[in-house]
């Protein structure tokens, strides 16, 4: 049963897999099934499309990751039109005031319920169920938004409709000006939602609140005071990263308690590798942006925190028993074995190891193998298929070498070896 909110990170692992079918059909999926109004299904269910719910997703960034490793033109066309009709639908209906910012009208449909972000804007946020009852301008959804709106411009150009083009750059402009503007808190130090009533920061402080690094537009001060919180074990910076809700939230708990009930799915402090991911992206983003104290520090997270990452994802440690469950204890990292569901992969891995360990990033110029400096000593990686090429990576403690399609390049670990297909 494909859902939305998983689907978007079965793009960015299954794009490692050797023709990309999967990864493409994880959104193709959605579109063939899209909705009239141009909304997609939460899920779809094989033997219905009644009562799907809704979901939001990361559609923008999952889309140019997978058209990096596989490029296929029918595909591609078809992702922008179905994506073109959702983002117009997303604008009219969740942004009709065109604030840049867009709303989140309950707590499941950002698929990460219980917790206070929504409880600061209804105190009834919890038992509501499904029905649509917040004016929450989510920070997580308004990245997401913003995201989708620069992938759509970059095809758009691609595919020569300036116009659209046009379109979609003033939209992921607005969205931009409102994530600088309006949502960052300096009091918490954190980006956070805004209260679609009053138009005020709630301040609550939630690991959505580190988003906005997925966008590239974080620097200087505010990206201390963001890596200052990774580092905090009083906030986000506890053993296992990271805490869906900040350590010194009233409402936090590691055993993922929620008003005297242990929940299925609480995201009062759980560790979930959904946002873990997300955030490990995002200080990897910003490391290869570049090589200020505030990017290098932002890369160094990036490697100690995938690596506890990693570690916690085995049960005691074991690298026999890998696993795979929803949420984890933030302090000890054990899993939620009492809810028996060890296969929920919604979060990305096989990726940021690839990319953050063995270093091989992909586009459509050709790979640069550049891993990150605080990384594993050695790593082999490979052979994966990239826009029809086999690729093989070796990183060593000096050096780091790259194979494509049978010829080797050789340079420096510090420096990134780049090469291009002409090659």
């Known amino acids: 049963m494909p859902i939305a909110y998983s689907a978007q990170c079965h793009m960015m692992e299954m794009r490692w897999r050797k023709g990309g079918r999967e990864a493409w059909g994880s959104l193709l999926n959605f579109i063939a099934n899209q909705r009239p ?34 490029p296929d033109a029918a595909a591609l066309a078809r992702c922008y039109e179905g994506l073109s009709r959702y983002a117009r639908w997303l604008t009219a209906e969740r942004d009709p005031e065109a604030s840049g910012m867009f ?58 409709r300036p116009g659209d083009e046009a379109e979609w750059r003033e939209l992921g402009d607005r969205c931009r000006k409102a994530i600088d503007e309006r949502m960052w808190s300096a009091e918490a ?6 209260d679609g009533r009053t138009g005020e920061r709630t301040g609550v402080k939630a690991a959505v609140g580190f988003y906005p690094l997925l966008t590239g537009g974080v620097d200087g001060a505010r990206l201390d005071a963001l890596l200052d919180h990774l580092e905090d074990p009083a906030t986000f910076g506890t053993r296992f990263p990271l805490p869906s809700s900040s350590v ?39 490391w290869r942006r570049g090589n200020s104290r ?26 026999a028993r890998p696993n795979c469950f929803e949420h984890y204890n933030p302090h000890t990292g054990r899993a939620c074995h009492f809810r028996g569901i060890d296969d929920y ?27 990150l400096p605080d990384g594993p000593v050695r790593v082999s990686l490979g052979p994966v298929t990239a826009r029809g090429c086999t690729v093989s990576v070796d990183v060593e403690p000096e050096r780091v070498s790259a194979t494509v399609d049978g010829e080797r390049f050789d340079g420096p670990r510090g420096e990134g070896l780049r090469v291009p297909w002409a090659s």
């Open 37 to 70: 109004d141009g909304s997609f299904h939460g899920r779809l269910y094989p033997e219905r499309l009644e009562g799907t719910d809704f979901y939001h997703a990361n559609w923008g960034d999952a889309l140019l990751a997978v058209d990096d490793m596989h």
């Open 103 to 160: 709303t989140v009208t309950n707590h499941f449909e950002t698929g990460q319920e219980y917790m206070s972000r929504y409880m600061a804007v209804d105190e009834e946020a919890d038992v509501a169920g499904w029905r649509p009852r917040l004016r929450l301008k989510g920070i997580d959804v308004t990245v997401y938004a913003h995201q989708l709106f620069r992938a759509l411009a970059a095809v758009a150009r691609r595919l020569e």
């Open 189 to 194: 130090g954190l980006f956070t939602d805004v």
């Open 248 to 286: 010194d939230d009233p409402r936090f708990s590691a055993e993922g308690i929620w008003r005297g009930k242990r929940r299925n799915c609480p995201w009062n402090g759980r560790v979930w590798p959904m946002t873990t991911s997300h955030v490990i992206e995002g200080l990897l983003r910003c």
């Open 294 to 319: 505030g990017n290098a520090r932002a890369g160094a997270l990036a490697a100690d925190m995938l690596n506890r990452f990693a570690r916690m994802m085995f049960t005691d440690g074991d690298p």
């Open 345 to 371: 992969q919604h979060s990305w891995i096989l990726d940021l190891l690839a990319r953050g360990f063995g270093g091989l990033h992909v586009d459509a110029a050709g790979i640069e193998v550049r891993p």
